[in-house]
């Protein structure tokens, strides 16, 4: 959103959102903090959107973020409200909290928010006072770790059985699973892999260098078993350079068209069904890696190389090792 710096004219006062008019600022820093600015245009609103997602990387949280900024604007244009202030946001946070959502989903919203503040405040538009106020809005607290949803062993081996090997779709979808399971590779990381995406590293296959989640760069191991699933993939399509997985249609093909994240989503979906499990994301599928790997005795921190977390705490939390539901402490209580 273009914005002039320290102009003449005064702001427009029309409505209440409190950011200032990009076409006209002022030299005053107490009138900019009052300032309102009609949030209900089509044009602004984007314009204000823009703000947060072209600064973002990541295309899942360019996702997430457009939908958190959309509800936000809904529920503000909805009535009338105040300035985008401290007090708005923690209005905000409570009409969250009576809708009954996941504290892991308001918390998200809020982030966008103080995203929205701070880059509103970097391009002249909001007050620090109250780009401060906004940023300190506190989150909902979440009690307990989230379990999440993962596959015993067993249920895995059912799962990479389940594709028809005859068809192309089949090899395709079952080296799609087997990288999911094996690798513990998120969707995004998946869909840009390439056929010269594997390579030899130490005497192994590996995916050298993978840029994942916060542009973090990482060293993905390949297991025998999982590369020779791809290898029966790329040898029945006859491809050779390009998108490693693609659409097994002749003309898609033809043009390397890649499988998109939500086709991720349905694959892994289809399978699960098959096998008699109704809901299975392919996140639970690298969950289930990292808890196979914990399993078998792998150490903590080289799972966390595995997954790219930023932090060993991450780890920690994702596979739930403070609480063990196989052998949990009070199945032994001597009570029954």
């Known amino acids: 959103m273009a914005a002039r710096f320290a102009g003449t004219t005064p702001f427009v006062r029309s409505h209440k959102l409190g950011l200032a008019d990009p076409v006209t600022a002022p030299d005053d820093a107490s009138a900019r903090a009052i300032s309102p ?23 899942n949280s360019r996702r997430s973020y457009a939908r958190s900024l959309a509800d936000f ?11 985008f202030s401290r007090a708005l946001v923690q209005n905000y946070r409570v009409h969250l909290q009576k809708l009954g959502l996941a504290p892991s989903t308001i918390n998200l919203r809020l982030a966008t928010l103080r995203k929205l503040a701070r880059e509103a405040g970097h391009n002249a538009l909001l007050d620090p006072v109250a780009v401060m106020g906004i940023t300190q809005v506190t989150g909902v607290r979440q009690s307990g770790v989230r379990a999440g949803n993962w596959l015993t ?10 594709p028809d090997r005859t068809t192309l779709a089949g090899l ?17 990381e998946l869909v840009a892999l390439t056929v010269d995406s594997l390579a030899q590293r130490e005497g ?17 191991p390949v297991p025998a078993w999982v590369k020779v699933t791809v290898d ?48 299975l994301a392919p996140h639970d599928l690298r969950r289930t890696c990292a808890k196979l790997c914990r399993a078998s005795g792998g150490e903590l921190e080289q799972i966390q190389f595995l997954l790219g977390h930023a932090s060993i705490q991450t780890t920690e939390r994702y596979l739930g090792t403070k609480q063990n539901l196989r052998e949990a402490v009070n199945d032994k209580l001597g009570l029954g």
């Open 204 to 220: 192994r296959w590996v995916i050298p260098d993978l840029v994942g989640k916060g542009s973090r760069i990482r060293t993905v």
């Open 232 to 279: 029966e993939w790329l040898e029945a399509v006859g491809i050779r350079s390009g998108p490693l997985f693609r659409s097994t249609r002749p003309t898609d093909r033809d043009r390397a068209m890649p499988l998109t994240e939500k086709m991720i989503w349905h694959i892994a979906q289809k399978y699960a069904r098959q096998i008699g499990i109704p809901k």
């Open 153 to 162: 062993r067993e249920q895995a081996r059912e799962l990479l059985a389940a």
């Open 172 to 188: 395709r979808d079952r080296a799609i699973l087997a990288v999911l399971l094996g690798c513990a590779l998120r969707r995004a």
């Open 73 to 83: 604007f809904d529920w503000y244009e909805a009535e009338p409200r105040g300035a």
């Open 37 to 59: 600015i009609s949030a209900t245009t089509r044009s602004l609103r984007n314009q204000l959107e823009a703000l947060v997602l072209d600064s973002l990387t990541s295309e």
